[in-house]
């Protein structure tokens, strides 16, 4: 929850958070954003800005120390070309503040940003997010990697090159040839051994994507060599070439055949119910229907809590979509989103509560339990989960 007000040449936002255990909202971080008076276009004199970072530094913290790091705050979306105008940290006695300068595209003119986070609400950030961000929705409670460890131990024994490659902390560009290899091979093998390796390969795609440079030329070659076996990509107007989850969706086709088909289905739907990366504004309804036809028909599946939880998180984005006060980039109906906003709520706390009770072996369940709490008092979470505006 967060709330403006005018102050001092540009405007003050606190920001209030449920930290913890805690059962009530408290304020958490404070951001003071001032108009810098020049063009994004304009070359700016380090020196200048050093002088204004002091004074506004001086201004904010208690106890200020020397700069104690050079990475922008989370909140700063732009992670690219971190340079000093992307501004420093210092520790206060009152916790960590940046100052730092981002481009306003409105306007073309820096805007100033001081920000202070309490030493609370820092703990509590997941060092992950920074360092590997995903667009995954079940990245939060830490889907991807504990999905890549079940599949590295089924594949130990008959393909330990593909188990090293996804064991990885970070992905190797040379393990791209022994995926197409393993599904030039798949054919010979049982379905099942086979549908392993479909989901394998797809796994360790949306792993490259999330933490390697797709404009590299090692990029252009897996995407030569997995598409002469038949993984579908599409062309991209940033990187050339993207995986949208063609393997998955084979897999979701045959949900209830084996575990890996259901496992496929789970990643299907995590990717927005489709194979295409084109923006879809019904993507969260898909996945609810979808979703919950699948829960009704197979309740013992292994991927039950993993689908469960993306219907839960569909819900919980239409009915964060009802509270925006703007929806300038919401191609859903207003009026039925406002109709059915507290019906995807309840929905979504139902969901949310029974994957909670299946004890998900592996998850992040503490985050997942105060992630919960927030959806619980009612205050708009902003989740966005399958939230496409349809204005690629």
Request: negative net charge; aromatic residues 10%.
């Amino acid at each position: 929850f967060s709330c403006k007000s005018p102050y001092f040449g540009g405007h003050w936002e606190s920001e209030y958070y449920l930290l913890g255990d805690g059962h009530a909202l408290t304020l958490e971080r404070s951001r003071w954003q001032i108009d810098f008076g020049v063009s994004a276009s304009e070359s700016i004199p380090q020196a200048t800005f050093r002088g204004l970072e002091s004074s506004l530094i001086k201004r904010l913290g208690r106890g200020v120390t020397k700069p104690s790091g050079s990475r922008p705050p989370a909140s700063n979306t732009d992670f690219h070309d971190i340079s000093w105008k992307k501004g420093r940290r210092f520790d206060t006695s009152d916790g960590p503040v940046w100052v730092y300068l981002q481009p306003t595209p409105e306007t073309d003119r820096f805007t100033v940003i001081v920000e202070r986070e309490s030493p609370a609400l820092e703990a509590e950030q997941t060092p992950d997010w920074v360092e590997g961000w995903s667009t995954r929705p079940g990245e939060f409670v830490g889907r991807p990697a504990q999905m890549r460890q079940e599949l590295a131990r089924a594949l130990d024994g008959s393909n330990h090159a593909l188990a090293v490659a996804l064991l990885r902390k970070k992905p190797s560009w040379g393990d791209g040839k022994a995926f197409a290899r393993a599904i030039d091979r798949a054919g010979s093998g049982p379905p099942a051994s086979s549908d392993l390796l479909f989901l394998a390969t797809h796994v360790w795609l949306l792993f490259v994507m999330d933490r390697l440079d797709l404009e590299a030329v090692e990029w252009k070659g897996i995407v030569r060599e997995l598409g002469s076996q038949g993984v579908r990509f599409e062309a991209d107007h940033y990187v050339g070439w993207t995986y949208c989850g063609s393997l998955a969706a084979s897999l979701a086709r045959r949900a209830g055949t084996n575990r890996w088909t259901d496992e496929g289905f789970a990643e299907w739907l995590e990717g927005g119910a489709s194979d295409s990366c084109l923006c879809d504004d019904e993507a969260m309804n898909k996945v609810i229907a979808s979703g919950e036809t699948f829960l009704r028909g197979h309740p013992e599946s292994s991927a039950f809590a993993d689908v469960e939880l993306d219907v839960a998180l569909a819900h919980e984005t239409l009915w964060s979509l009802s509270l925006a006060q703007s929806r300038d980039d919401v191609m859903l109906n207003p009026a039925t989103l406002a109709l059915t906003g507290a019906s995807h709520h309840e929905q979504a706390l139902s969901h949310f509560h029974d994957v909670l009770r299946r004890v998900p072996s592996g998850w992040k369940l503490d985050v997942l339990r105060r992630h919960v709490r927030r959806v619980e008092i009612g205050v708009d979470t902003a989740q966005r989960a399958f939230f496409c505006p349809g204005d690629d």
